[in-house]
């Protein structure tokens, strides 16, 4: 289970248009091509080892920060859930988790919040003109071809990451739980700062200063045939958003779940 697969939480991205990560992680990037199986995106590989380039070429990412994403909050969850969650978090940043129940162990809920937020982004127009002009290579295999032809081979055109994750633990009556700091130091270990907002706090901040890690993505569905590009349809990130016409053909757009899901 990860951090925006609870019902509660997994509406935290969609007034920004991006769909969330199950499970922050390492290496999700734009370009980065994913097949769907129901309703989980897998990782395939770079979108270069697929499609050569032709007359146009490769897109190049656009990386800043982005403001308005830093400080959102998650939805309160339960302390057990929350906690296997941000297990996997440290773990992902070089990290040990081993006795973080015990530190937390007077709390019910946790609420999560990203700091320092870095949107990467890929130009549209460039990856249509780009796939247009370019070839599915010869080399690939039957399974990233048949996908292909199924249309069912999605390319990470934006994403949302970052180096830090702030924890804010309140007890059954909702009062903020303290959490000892130096404790929580020496369980996670010297790859990650420990840090708090102040004497008393309940608000724990987790950060790495080498490892980002992705948590919101945009994808758009390529739309292959007889092993030849076509066109792409946007994606829109939940269900319960309207659907809207799409460029200039007048076509809705794809819609996944609320919440994107990994199987690594």
Do not use: W
Request: with cysteine; net charge neutral.
């Amino acid at each position: 289970m990860g951090l925006f697969s609870c019902g509660n939480t997994r509406n935290y991205l969609k007034k920004y248009g991006y769909g969330t990560i199950a499970l922050p992680r390492e290496g999700i990037k734009p370009l980065l091509m994913f097949v769907k199986k129901g309703d989980r995106l897998t990782p395939l590989g770079p979108l270069t080892s697929t499609f050569l380039p032709g007359t146009s070429p490769v897109p190049t990412a656009n990386r800043h920060q982005s403001a308005a994403v830093s400080g959102e909050q998650s939805k309160s969850i339960d302390a057990a859930i929350g906690l296997s969650i941000l297990g996997n978090v440290i773990g992902a940043l070089a990290g040990s988790a081993l006795g973080l129940d015990v530190a937390y162990k007077k709390a019910s809920k946790v609420q999560f919040e990203f700091g320092e937020v870095m949107e990467e982004t890929i130009d549209i127009t460039a990856l249509d003109q780009f796939l247009s002009n370019g070839s599915v290579t010869g080399s690939i295999g039957n399974f990233v071809k048949q996908a292909l032809e199924k249309d069912e081979v999605y390319v990470a055109v934006a994403t949302l990451d970052a180096r830090q994750i702030s924890v804010q633990a309140t007890d059954s009556s909702q009062v903020g739980v303290k959490v000892d700091v130096p404790v929580i130091q020496q369980i996670v270990g010297g790859k990650i700062a420990v840090s708090s907002g102040g004497a008393g706090s309940s608000k724990i901040t987790y950060a790495s200063n080498t490892t980002p890690l992705s948590f919101g993505l945009k994808v758009v569905r390529l739309i292959v045939d007889k092993g030849k590009y076509t066109t792409m349809k946007t994606v829109k990130p939940d269900v319960g958003a309207e659907a809207v016409a799409a460029g200039g053909g007048g076509e809705a757009p794809d819609v996944l779940g609320p919440e994107l899901r990994f199987e690594l």
